[in-house]
């Protein structure tokens, strides 16, 4: 997506869910299952020029505009695994508190939106096999969530505390009622929730520095806005991303109260 006033840009794009929308492919050998429980998407727009060099030439920031200036958009994303076990096989099952972190890209080899995956902190010992096994940016943290719910699902209080050594955070936000009605830097809002919740495939740098890649699959999230109260998030200070002042004025706060997803595995190594 690039910035007004070019070509396909932000203010005349529109991505619709009926052309991204697909059957869930068929799941097998060691892929996961799994309910995500408090999900929610905060996001934030920043400079892109705070990100240069650090993808390789392969991919771009999937740039939107706003007030007239140029943004990138990172998204923390915390939830609750349940029920996280085998797509294929009788599995024990999980539970455990996640913190994921992403930006918005496009592949340029294949026009594709994705993300950049900076990492995730996750509450078990489970979190060994990836980090050891495949490389990935996977680190611990204790983390912890405090929510209440009204009737209809709205967030009466959504509280996540995370004390970690690399992505220490802190949120909290109550639900809005009603649909999303707004999403700046986008034609439309159901363009903008495209964009935001349903990037399918993630790019990262393993912790080796080799390239790696992971495919999910989820249908239509249903998402519903959300204020927020209090962030910090010390990856988005630490990275130069997005001031601890900054983190208090986000681009969009969504939440859902579960949903459900297919992670295929192993990721591969590109490069």
């Keep these: 997506m690039k910035a ?32 995500l429980q408090h999900f929610a998407i905060v996001s934030y727009a920043f400079d892109p020029a705070r990100f240069a060099g650090v993808m390789p030439g392969r991919f771009r920031l999937d740039a939107v505009s706003i007030d007239g200036q140029e943004r990138a958009l990172v998204s923390v994303v915390p939830f609750i695994d349940v029920d996280f076990t085998s797509a294929v096989f009788p599995f024990p099952k999980f539970r455990m508190g996640q913190t994921n972190y992403r930006i918005y890209i496009v592949d340029n080899e294949t026009g594709e939106r994705c993300v950049w995956f900076l990492g995730t902190t996750l509450d078990s010992w489970t979190r060994i096999v990836p980090h050891r096994l495949w490389n990935l940016p996977w680190y611990g943290g204790r983390v912890r969530f405090d929510c209440a719910q009204a009737v209809d699902g709205r967030y009466l209080r ?114």
């Excluded at 070019?6 to 060691?30: K, M, N, W, Y």
């Design 4 to 35: 007004d006033g070019a070509e396909g840009g932000a203010s005349t794009l529109r991505l619709r869910f009926q052309d991204c929308l697909h059957p869930r492919p068929a799941p097998s050998g060691i892929d996961v299952l799994c309910k």
């Design 158 to 271: 959504y509280r996540m505390d995370t004390v970690a050594q690399w992505a220490p955070a802190s949120l909290s936000l109550v639900g809005e009622a009603g649909p999303v009605e707004r999403l700046p830097g986008f034609a439309d809002v159901e363009t903008g929730l495209v964009y935001l919740t349903h990037p399918l495939r993630g790019f990262y740098h393993r912790r080796d520095g080799r390239l790696g890649t992971y495919h999910v699959w989820h249908g239509r999230l249903q998402v519903a806005p959300a204020r927020l109260e209090q962030a910090r998030f010390g990856l988005l200070d630490r990275l130069g991303l997005v001031t601890p002042e900054e983190q208090q004025h986000p681009h969009s706060v969504l939440v859902e109260p579960v949903n459900e997803f297919t992670i295929y595995l192993p990721p591969k190594v590109l490069a």
